[in-house]
């Protein structure tokens, strides 16, 4: 059964400090990847994807993320983090050849000025 | 393009009721997914309708059900409310795609509260 560990349940960080938010994935195969931001009372946004090719994807608001295939591992980063982002931010995974995205339990990020 | 918009935004029922959500898909989207997000399971995946079709369900009991009309815009229904639905329920649209190689684009989500 497929899986995905946001261990982290809660971060925080300073105003231009860099952030790194892990996510694991358990699959038999690449599965395809997401990271999702949720703010307080809104739904979700999608901030990057990986389907294949190169492991390093930019995505919106200037993160990116690494898909790193012997570690079973999809982190996001961000150089440098700023009041806004203070958010949840949600790991998903979709196994190629079904519909539905597998969801982390997510990591709440709060930043201090 | 207009987002995907889901009404009511907010709504209370006391248990036993039954109730409706609505989604409107981005336009041109066909897909349409339900999700529920708690405190307790986090979000979890209801069902996901395409062309009218139901073409994956997710692991919820028969009380929530779910249609998809022609124009792609969804419904779902809870019938017999219990306290434990009480959820953000989220709904998603994605365009024509097969095997996940999608993005899904959600809606702020309806907020429902079971007393």
């Known amino acids: 059964a497929q899986s995905v560990t946001q261990p982290d349940i809660h971060i925080t960080v300073s105003e231009g400090a860099s952030l790194e938010l892990r996510c694991n994935y358990s699959?038999?195969?690449?599965?395809?990847l997401f990271w999702y931001v949720q703010s307080p009372g809104q739904g979700l946004q999608l901030l990057l994807k990986?389907?294949?090719?190169?492991?390093l994807v930019q995505g919106i608001k200037g993160f990116e993320a690494e898909f790193k295939r012997s570690q079973s591992s999809f982190n996001l980063r961000k150089p440098s983090v700023h009041w806004s982002d203070a958010a949840e931010y949600f790991c998903?995974?979709?196994?190629?050849?079904?519909?539905?995205?597998?969801f982390g339990t997510g990591t709440r990020l709060t930043v201090i000025p | 393009k207009a987002g995907v918009t889901q009404t009511p935004r907010y709504l209370i029922k006391t248990r036993g009721q039954q109730v409706t959500l609505s989604c409107s898909p981005i336009s041109g989207h066909r897909s349409v997914s339900w999700y529920q997000q708690t405190p307790g399971q986090g979000l979890q995946f209801l069902f996901e309708?395409?062309?009218?079709?139901?073409?994956n369900k997710g692991n919820f009991p028969g009380r929530f059900s779910g249609r998809q009309f022609s124009n792609s815009r969804s419904e779902m229904n809870v019938s017999t409310l219990e306290l434990g639905d009480s959820a953000l329920y989220l709904c998603?649209?994605?365009?024509?795609?097969?095997?996940?190689?999608?993005?899904?684009?959600f809606g702020p989500g309806t907020r429902l509260t079971v007393t």
């Open positions: 990986y389907f294949s090719g190169d492991t």
């Open positions: 998903a995974v979709v196994s190629p050849g079904a519909n539905n995205l597998f």
């Open positions: 699959y038999g195969a690449t599965p395809y």
């Open positions: 309708y395409f062309s009218e079709t139901q073409r």
């Open positions: 998603a649209s994605s365009p024509d795609g097969t095997g996940g190689a999608y993005e899904q684009y």
